[in-house]
Nanobody, 120 residues
Framework: QVQLVESGGGLVQTGGSLRLSCAVS????????MGWYRQAPGKQRAPVAV???????NYTDSVKGRFTISGDFRKRTVDLQMNSLKPEDAAVYYC??????????????WGQGTQVTVSA
């Protein structure tokens, strides 16, 4: 069974920083990508940053230059360093995994979510 455990959310003032971490466990044959999505109240879950096993990182436009994703595919961890946070960054952040478990088909997996609150 694949599990994603997140940590690092919390309350921060505008302009502050937070670092989110996610650890993946389970019987996994191959990981294709890891990353972070977020969902604000009344909005759909949307990608924030994703890194592939080839080392390619993609960011949503609104966080470019402020957020940095780092992934260790051997250790199965992915972090998101968030700087210069804005109130519009407030959301529940979900760790994301695109992987093929051993003895199963490739699939997408999600963490339980961690709340990020940015005060004005």
């Amino acid at each position: 069974q694949v599990q994603l455990v997140e940590s690092g959310g919390g309350l921060v003032q505008t302009g502050g920083s937070l670092r989110l971490s996610c650890a993946v466990s389970g019987n996994i044959f191959n990981i294709y990508a890891m990353g972070w999505y977020r969902q604000a109240p009344g909005k759909q879950r949307a990608p924030v940053a994703v890194i592939t096993s080839d080392g390619v990182s993609n960011y949503t436009d609104s966080v470019k230059g402020r957020f940095t994703i780092s992934g260790d595919f051997r250790k199965r961890t992915v972090d998101l360093q968030m700087n210069s946070l804005k109130p519009e960054d407030a959301a529940v952040y979900y760790c994301y995994l695109d992987a093929q478990p051993r003895w199963a088909l490739r699939n997408k997996f999600w963490g339980q979510g961690t709340q990020v609150t940015v005060s004005a």
